[in-house]
C-alpha cells in the first residue's frame, strides 16, 4: 500500500517545463541553467587556450579526465545525499581508510579479496552514516562530521601517519594507471559512474524517492515511505562510490595513505553545488554535477598552467562557491 501511494512521488519541476518539454529532455537533467554552466565551461576552455598553447593537447586533456574520475565519483555519491537535503563530509576521511586496508590486504592477500576489502569498509562507513542519520536522528552535518573524524583518526591509527608502502606489483596497479583502448581506466569508472546515478534517478522509484524526501520529507513520510530506509541506501551509495575512488587512487599512487582523499569532500560539495543541486535537496541533476566536476577541473589546471597558485585556485574556487550557493538560494525563494 505504502509503494502504491508513493508511486506518486516524482521528480520535480515547474510546471511550464513539465507542460513545453518533452520528457526524454527532463530526463536529461538538461535546464537553462545546465546549458549556462556549459557556456562557462566553454568560456574556460577559450581563455585558458588562449592563454596557454598547451591547454588543448590531447595530453592535458587526458590528465584533465584521469585528474577529475575520481572526484567525479565523490561528486556522484555527494549528488544522492545533498538531494535528500543531506551532506556527507566523510566521503574524504573515508578514502584514507578504505586506501589503509586495500593496502594491508595487498600486501597479504589476492588483489581481488583486497578490493573486496576496500568496498567493504567504504559500505560499511556509508551504513554507519545512514543510521546515525536515519535512525538516530543526528542531523546530516553533524553525523558525517563525528565519522569524518573517527574514519581520518582511526586510519592514522593504524599506520602512525605514515603511508604503506611494499604493494605487490600486480593487475591491481593497471586500475589507476592503465588504459582501456586511448581513454584512463578511472575514466571509464566515473563515466560508468555517472550512468549508473543518471539511471537511478530518473528510471527507479529509488531515485524519485529521493527527490521527493529532499523536497518535503514531512509529505513523504505521510505518503507511506520508509524515509530512513532511502536515507540509509543513499549514504551506503555514497560509501560505495568513495571506496571505489579511494581503490583507484591508491592504484595510482601505489601506496596505502591514510590521508588520501583529505579535502575532497569539499570538492565534491562544491562541485554539486555549482552544478546547480540545491543544498536544501530536492533539485538537482548528475548532468549539471558533471559540469561542475569539469569546471573544477579546467580551473585548477588553466591556472595551473599560466602559474596561479595553489592557494590562489582554492580562492578561487571557494568564491564559484559561494556564487552558486547565492543564486541556488535565490532560485529556492523564487519557487
Known amino acids: 500500500m505504502a509503494l502504491d501511494r508513493g508511486e506518486s512521488l516524482t521528480k520535480p519541476s515547474s510546471p511550464t517545463a513539465g507542460q513545453t518539454r518533452p520528457a526524454w529532455w527532463t530526463r536529461t537533467g538538461l535546464n537553462e541553467q545546465t546549458l549556462g554552466l556549459s557556456l562557462v565551461l566553454l568560456l574556460l576552455v577559450a581563455v585558458f587556450s588562449a592563454l596557454s598553447p598547451n591547454f588543448l593537447s590531447v595530453a592535458n586533456w587526458t590528465n584533465i579526465l584521469r585528474q577529475v574520475s575520481n572526484l567525479m565519483l565523490l561528486a556522484c555519491g555527494q549528488t544522492l545525499v545533498i538531494l535528500t537535503g543531506g551532506i556527507d563530509l566523510s566521503i574524504g576521511a573515508m578514502m584514507g581508510l578504505v586506501s589503509v586496508f586495500t593496502a594491508i590486504a595487498l600486501i597479504q592477500l589476492d588483489p581481488v579479496v583486497a578490493v573486496v576489502v576496500g568496498l567493504a569498509v567504504g559500505i560499511l562507513v556509508g551504513l554507519v552514516n545512514g543510521l546515525l542519520i536515519g535512525k538516530a536522528r543526528i542531523t546530516p552535518f553533524v553525523a558525517t562530521l563525528g565519522t569524518m573524524a573517527i574514519t581520518g583518526g582511526l586510519a592514522m591509527v593504524l599506520t602512525n601517519g605514515a603511508p604503506i608502502h611494499g604493494i605487490p606489483n600486480t593487475w591491481f596497479f593497471d586500475l589507476g594507471r592503465g588504459f582501456l583502448g586511448p581513454v584512463p581506466i578511472p575514466v571509464v569508472f566515473a563515466v560508468i559512474g555517472i550512468a549508473a546515478v543518471h539511471v537511478l534517478l530518473n528510471y527507479t522509484t529509488f531515485g524519485r524517492y529521493l527527490y521527493a524526501i529532499g523536497g518535503n520529507e514531512e509529505a513523504t513520510i505521510l505518503a507511506g515511505v520508509d524515509v530512513n530506509r532511502y536515507k540509509i541506501g543513499t549514504y551506503m551509495l555514497a560509501g560505495i562510490f568513495s571506496a571505489v575512488a579511494a581503490i583507484l587512487l591508491t592504484s595510482r599512487v601505489i601506496t596505502g595513505q591514510p590521508r588520501l582523499g583529505t579535502g575532497m569532500e569539499l570538492d565534491s560539495i ?40 595553489t592557494f590562489m585556485q582554492e580562492v578561487v574556487i571557494g568564491v564559484m562557491l559561494i556564487v552558486a550557493i547565492y543564486f541556488s538560494s535565490l532560485r529556492v525563494a523564487r519557487k
Open 270 to 309: 562544491a562541485a554539486v553545488v555549482i552544478g546547480g543541486t540545491a543544498l536544501a535537496g530536492g533539485t538537482g541533476s548528475i548532468g549539471g554535477t558533471v559540469i561542475g566536476v569539469l569546471i573544477i577541473g579546467v580551473l585548477r589546471n588553466g591556472l595551473t598552467l599560466v602559474g596561479v597558485s
